[in-house]
Nanobody, 123 residues
Framework: VQLQAFGGGLVQAGGSLRLSCAASERIFGINHMGWFRQVPGKEREFVAGISWNGGIVYSADSMKGRFTISRDNAKVAVYLQINGLKPEDTAVYYC?????????????????WGQGTEVTVSS
């Protein structure tokens, strides 16, 4: 099973991006999917997560307002809409899938990872 993240790129501050993540096949037992990001030299941080059945969303406090996660069960895909991009949003964004029955912000609780898509925000 592979997760493929795409949609990153170079964008000016204030702009928007929609990142997408698609699974190569239906992942049995997946209950949540999430987005993380990592700035070079820093630890990977949680951005937002969503339950696969019910669409309950949760996000890091610092990400609320500009980051919106959504999913498409039929396409086995999850999306991250980022508005009002800032230079500090520059990072590699990863999608991940978790079999845990509870929503989680811990990367150790995610079992499958995509390869990441790079977002660069110019000032």
């Amino acid at each position: 099973v592979q997760l493929q993240a795409f949609g990153g790129g170079l964008v000016q501050a204030g702009g928007s991006l929609r990142l997408s993540c698609a699974a190569s096949e239906r992942i049995f037992g997946i209950n949540h999917m999430g987005w993380f990001r990592q700035v070079p030299g820093k630890e990977r941080e949680f951005v937002a997560g969503i339950s696969w059945n019910g669409g309950i969303v949760y996000s890091a406090d610092s990400m609320k307002g500009r980051f919106t996660i959504s999913r498409d069960n039929a396409k086995v895909a999850v999306y991250l809409q980022i508005n009002g991009l800032k230079p500090e949003d520059t990072a590699v964004y990863y999608c991940a899938a978790s079999t845990r029955s509870w929503g989680t912000r811990r990367q150790d609780d995610y079992d499958y990872w995509g390869q990441g898509t790079e977002v660069t925000v110019s000032s």
